[in-house]
């Protein structure tokens, strides 16, 4: 243990007033950052939704328009032609416990008719959040 008898308290308030306000500086300029920081971000963040692009739009509509043509267009064509589309499911062994750890095989199987394969339906939900979700 530090024996502080002799020490003036003069001179230790004087010491630990330095450190206080040595961290309370180092606060104040961290926080004055993080102030910045964030203004700087809302301000970016402001700029970037007041700006009107005619051309994004634009691009938005026709990437929904070619997307959405390649997902029934192309299976229509596909049920007209009857051409035959490879579809994969996971068939699961064993009980409702052994979802997470039990065995599994990946089957194949051959559908004719209209098939929305996975990814076009993965396709059509990412096209209809990026289109709906977007600000005009």
């Known amino acids: 243990m530090i024996d502080l008898s ?3 308290v003069a001179l230790l308030s004087a010491i630990f007033g330095g450190v206080q ?9 961290y926080l004055d950052y993080k102030y910045q920081y964030k203004l700087a971000e809302y301000e970016a963040v402001q ?6 692009s005619k051309g994004f739009v634009f691009t938005r509509r026709i990437l929904a328009i070619m997307s959405f043509g390649y997902i029934f267009i192309g299976s229509f064509i596909a049920a007209m032609m009857h051409i035959p589309i490879w579809v994969s499911y996971t068939q699961i062994h ?7 750890t039990g065995p599994s095989t990946t089957k194949w199987i051959q559908i004719t008719g209209f098939v929305l394969a996975p990814v076009a339906t993965y ?3 990412a096209v209809t959040f990026l289109y709906f979700n977007m600000k005009r």
Do not use: M, N
């Open 123 to 125: 396709i059509a939900s």
């Open 6 to 8: 002799g020490v003036p």
């Open 94 to 100: 064993g009980t409702i416990a052994s979802v997470i």
């Open 21 to 29: 306000a040595q961290v309370g500086s180092l606060l104040d300029k």
């Open 47 to 52: 700029i970037s939704r007041e700006t009107k």
